[in-house]
């Protein structure tokens, strides 16, 4: 018996990557299961269209339950919100467009229970920030197609001993300093982007990185992904911000502005 979360106002997760090898597809469907929500921002790379295009998609039960509780939330009057990213780039053709299952915009205001004005978008879009490029670059994508392999199948026997998640692709991101230089900067070029356009933060995904915090009274929140860390973004109905693991734990927490809800406003606009 599937158990159900508490209504959220808003959820946001990216990076999925269905149609990957390295996709959590079982984790997610039965996270999305679960889910209650009155808007669903999918930020990105949900589909990698990169990898079935360029390899043999990878598409199992796991992958097909995920699309179904998808439509299931739909059904149950969830809005969706679809933002591609770069592994999804080609949906960007149908921005501005009402589908039957989602609206696709290239990038949204959410504006919380609270007042707070947020940016979702991807994050691809700072990657000339970001990018180390050149041979060093190249060999850091096979490094870490690598690493996401190793930690598929390590998990694979983790979960027959009966030990919960853990991630070795993060643990080995932690502790190399080129990668902490590089998503500095990741973070720096998304605050920037939402003080250049007079907003209070930024939800994003695309470095595979969970975070949720403050910064200079500025919100950074990354919803992360579910190849590595499987994780999503929650707006609670006082305009609370929590991070949580695919198992509902709560990761970070942000307060609401005030400690108290705003009167209930619109959630969102095209940006």
């Known amino acids: 018996m599937k158990t159900l979360q508490p209504l959220r106002r808003a959820v946001f997760l990216s990076d999925t990557h269905l149609g990957s090898r390295h996709c959590h597809a079982a984790d997610l469907a039965r996270f999305l299961a679960g889910l209650r929500c009155q808007r669903l921002y999918l930020v990105g790379d949900i589909f990698d269209l990169w990898w079935m295009a360029q390899r043999r998609a990878h598409w199992g039960p796991a992958h097909h339950e995920a699309i179904e509780a998808l ?3 739909r059904r149950a009057g969830t809005e969706l919100v679809y933002i591609p990213g770069n592994h999804d780039r080609a949906l960007r053709r149908a921005c501005g467009l009402a589908l039957p299952a989602a609206r696709v915009r290239r990038r949204a205001i959410h504006v919380t229970a609270d007042g707070r004005r947020l940016l979702v978008t991807h994050g691809d879009d700072y990657d000339g920030a970001t990018r180390f490029g050149g041979l060093q670059e190249a060999l850091g994508d096979f490094l870490h197609d690598r690493i996401l392999t ?29 990668a902490e230089r ?14 250049r356009r007079g907003l209070d933060g930024i939800v994003c995904g695309h470095i595979h990185r969970p975070a949720l915090c ?20 929650v707006e609670e109905q006082d305009g609370r911000l929590r991070l949580l693991a695919h198992t509902g734990e709560t990761l970070a927490e942000l307060p609401p502005r005030g400690g108290e809800a705003a009167p209930a406003r619109t959630l969102a606009r095209a940006a």
């Open 71 to 73: 439509h299931a939330l």
């Open 150 to 178: 190793g930690n598929l199948l390590l998990n694979a026997l983790r979960r027959r001993l009966g030990l919960r998640y853990w991630s070795l692709a993060e643990f080995l991101k932690r502790r190399s300093g080129a």
């Open 182 to 195: 590089y998503i500095e900067r990741f973070v720096r070029a998304g605050l920037d982007d939402a003080v």
């Open 214 to 233: 403050e910064r200079g009274g500025l919100v950074y929140a990354n919803d992360g992904d579910w190849v590595e860390s499987l994780t999503a973004l």
